[in-house]
């Protein structure tokens, strides 16, 4: 049995998919840890969700966040055999936040996270969302990638994490308190 462990990272720097390495505070590497979090936030909401029928929709998207951080994890010679994510996705995710904002009011302000524990988590993903979604912008911006896409996936995915937690409060049957009083 193979160990957990390769130590291949053990001078500082990590693969990629393909023959290259970067170190490992590298941007793309540093997008690629902010996908992963999210994800992990996202199993983290979906663990607490109180709505069963978002469950679906959170594998979805972590799924979605597997093939993303691929397409960003792969040499340029081999970015296009990654790149499984299209606009189909995107408006996916519209819809389903459409579906929500239809269900859900929307707060008279910005809110205040913790209303509820499932609501919370939703909370902490959008805001790493957000920071995945900083990282991605950079490689675009420097040719790092070249797939605008993910960039629209990541900003629609923190609107779909907000209307989520919007439901999951109001599942909880707890209002959503406003920042300002």
Known sequence: ????????GDDGSTGLLGEARLPKYHPRIE?????????????LARALCQTPQIIPVLIDVQRDLYALMAEIAATP??????QTLGLPRVQWLESQADNL?????LPAGFILPGDSLSGAALALTRTIVRRAERRVAELLDTDEIKNPILLQYLNRLSSLCFALELLENQSA??????AKK
């Open 1 to 8: 049995m193979s160990p957990f462990y390769t130590r291949t």
């Open 31 to 43: 997008a690629l840890g902010a996908l992963d979090e999210a994800s992990a936030a996202l199993g």
């Open 77 to 82: 010679e081999n970015a296009e055999r990654f």
């Open 101 to 105: 904002f239809a269900t859900v009011p």
């Open 173 to 178: 049957g707890l209002e959503t308190t406003l």
